[in-house]
Every structure is written in C-alpha cells, then in structure tokens.
C-alpha cells in the first residue's frame, strides 16, 4: 500500500466543459469570467486546466493567454494526420494552444473507445507534446459486484502500456466512477481516497514506488465547491476533474480556491 511521502504533488482542478456552452460568444463569456474571477497572476499554489469543446480551444486560449489557466482538449486522433475525416490530432490541438488532452472519459468509452484506443491516445499526445488525462472508472454495477479495484486498476494497466517511466512525469489520471457523473451521486471522500491508493499502488507496479509518489491522479464525478476540501483531504488525491460545476465562473472559483 502507497504510504505517506516526501513528494509535494502540485494540485490540479481541471474543468472539462463537454458540449458546452451553446455558441462562441457563451464560451469566451465564460472564458473571461474566469479569468475575472480568478486573476491574472493569482493562481500560483496549483494548476488550473479548462477544457471546452474543440471549436473553442483557439479563442478560449487566447481570452487566456495572459493568466495562468491553461487549456485542454476533450479528445484526439491517435493519428498524427492523413485520410482520417472528422478527427482532430494532436498537432492540430497543440497549434491553438491546448496543453493537454482527455483520454478515455468514461462517456467516450461509453461510445465505443477501447482500453486500445485509449492508449494509443495517450502515448500519441505524448509523443505531440501534450499532457494525457488517463480517465478511468468503473460502473455501478462492477461496484456492486466487487470488480471496482481490478476493473479501475487494469483499465490503467491498459491505458499506459508502452508509456516509460520518464513519460510519465507528464501523464496525469483521473478517476471517474461512472455512477456518480452527472448523477449528482458523489463517492465517499473514503472511497475516492481508497480508489486513487489503489491507482497509485497500480503505477508502483508498473514503475516503481517513485514514479507513482510522483503522479497526481484526480477524482471526478460531482464534485462542487461544498464538497471539494473533504476530498483533497484524501492524501492520495491530488485535485479534481469537474463537470458541471466548471460551466459557472462563480462554482468553478469556488473550486479553485475551496482547498
């Protein structure tokens, strides 16, 4: 079991906006307004990520080019180019000034992405210069039945074959159960703190005690101002993947500066 450590893991709260807001002028709305709300030069304590739909990245990167919130993507093309209609690569995300991208998100998975998929994802944003958000989580169903550890921890197993262990200094994971995204069902602060040592323990596995000492893994699925500090008070927990609380300047402050 992972035990308390020597590493000071910068925290990260990282908003992914999905499809949202409706227009252009909504998301650079919203873009200013956390800008307004958070400062240019305050955040220094942790990283700040918002993630809008691709149309937006270009406009909402530079409505933020002067503060210290960086942008992410929602997803990418495991392919750097080519005959691949309606995908976006990694290159072309990191032109408009993303940073970093999703991989895996459980309603992509939903969709039909493979733990294949995924890991093709996340070792093609390394290779472009971006910093992969591993999603992973399970279902209230595998919950029930006992898998959750060994569904979670294989599907990051999976997500970071062939990734070496300096590669991973860039890499962050994201635990999401399913069951409490967009369900107003929040896991425990205990079980959320339980599921990210079980990562943590997984990475140790994989590389080494170190590396995973060294890896911020967040949790996601409903997390809101009221209830961010009990999580971060989870020592394996080292910020959070927000939904619908990112999609107000007021809640995703609250995020920000709740811990």
């Known amino acids: 079991m992972s035990e308390t450590n020597d590493h000071e893991r910068r925290p990260v709260i990282a908003g ?21 709300k958070l400062g240019y030069d305050e955040i220094v304590d942790k990283d700040v990520i918002v993630i809008p739909p691709t149309p937006f990245i270009s406009d909402v990167s530079q409505i933020l080019e002067l ?22 690569s990694g290159k ?13 998100h459980s309603e992509r998975r939903t969709g039909g992405e493979t733990d294949v998929m995924v890991n093709a994802q996340v070792r093609t944003a390394l290779d472009q210069s971006l910093r992969p958000i591993l999603c992973v ?16 921890c294989a599907q990051v197993a999976a997500g970071l074959k062939g990734v070496t262990a300096e590669q991973m200094t860039e890499v962050i994971v994201a635990y999401e159960p399913v069951w409490a995204i967009g369900t107003g069902m929040t896991a425990s602060p205990e079980d959320a703190g339980s599921m990210t040592e079980s990562i943590r323990d997984q990475i140790s596995l994989l590389y080494g005690e170190d ?6 893994i967040l949790y996601g699925g409903s997390v809101k101002p009221s209830n961010i500090g009990e999580l971060m008070k989870q020592k394996d927990v080292d910020g959070a993947l927000v939904g619908g609380a990112s999609l107000k300047a007021e809640s995703f402050e609250g995020l920000v500066k709740g811990f």
Do not use: C, F, Y
């Open 16 to 36: 992914n906006w999905k499809m949202n807001p409706r227009d252009l002028e909504s998301a650079g709305d919203l873009a200013e307004g956390i800008a307004s």
């Open 67 to 88: 503060s210290n919130i960086q942008v992410g993507a929602q997803a990418m093309s495991p392919e750097n180019g080519g005959a691949h209609t309606g995908e976006v």
């Open 92 to 104: 072309m995300l990191k032109s408009v000034g993303a940073t970093h991208v999703l991989a895996g």
């Open 137 to 152: 989580g399970e279902e209230l169903n595998v919950r029930e039945a006992g898998d959750a550890v060994h569904t979670v």
């Open 211 to 216: 590396v995973a000492q060294a890896t911020r």
